[in-house]
């Protein structure tokens, strides 16, 4: 079975400063992954995702991550913080191959705060 | 525009009623979703359909139904029978074509049960 663990509920940055979310995963299956943002009372917008290929992954906003097999992990980042940043961020990942019925398995959420 | 909508996004509804809460899709993708939110649990699967005239279950299915007569539409009623139902509830879509298999996620709507 598929799990996504998100540690740490609430991160708080400075503007300016690194934001490092963290993501770990267990899949039996090589994995998708993702990462998708929620601003208070709307919908997940998607702002990055690994399937196959290169390991780092560059999304929207300045934000990457990167998938690493060895660590289970696939860890969110962006170089410099804005105060735009402040929302909830959801790991998720997902089976592969063309059988998969393409069902996410969600991590619980991080909220990140952005100090001025 | 292409996208997904959900309405209304905001329901009130009184102990006992059932209330089905709208999700329409003009991107053409055969696959659609239905999550719910609540502080602190992320994202659980009610229901989801991958092709229409077909649904199955997801985790927390109980006191829910819903249908998929036509591709973009996927309506969740939310029963009676559901003994907790005040939530965020979320409905997607999927894409998929070779490796690309990406969820899409309509704005949502609140249900609040009085």
């Known amino acids: 079975a598929q799990s996504v663990t998100q540690l740490g509920s609430h991160v708080s940055v400075s503007e300016g400063a690194l934001v490092l979310l963290r993501c770990n995963y267990s899949s039996s299956v090589p994995p998708y992954l993702f990462w998708y943002v929620q601003y208070p009372n709307q919908g997940l917008q998607l702002l990055l995702k690994y399937t196959t290929g290169a390991t780092l992954v560059k999304g929207i906003n300045g934000f990457e991550a990167e998938f690493k097999k060895s660590e289970t992990s696939f860890h969110l980042t962006k170089p410099s913080a804005h105060m735009s940043d402040a929302a909830e961020y959801f790991c998720?990942?997902?089976?592969?191959?063309?059988?998969?019925?393409?069902?996410?398995?969600f991590g619980k959420g991080t909220k990140l705060s952005v100090k001025p | 525009d292409g996208g997904i909508t959900q309405s209304p996004k905001y329901l009130f509804r009184k102990e006992g009623q059932n209330v089905t809460l709208s999700c329409e899709q003009n991107l053409n993708h055969d696959a659609m979703y239905w999550y719910r939110q609540d502080p602190g649990q992320g994202l659980r699967l009610i229901y989801y359909?991958?092709?229409?005239?077909?649904?199955q279950k997801g985790d927390i299915a109980e006191g829910y139904s819903v249908s998929r007569e036509k591709k973009e539409s996927f309506p969740l009623t939310v029963t009676s029978a559901q003994k907790n139902p005040t939530a965020f509830y979320l409905c997607a879509s999927r894409f998929k074509r070779g490796s690309t298999d990406t969820q899409y996620f309509g704005p949502g709507t609140r249900l609040t049960v009085l």
């Open positions: 998720a990942v997902s089976d592969r191959g063309g059988g998969s019925q393409g069902n996410l398995i």
């Open positions: 359909s991958q092709i229409v005239n077909d649904f």
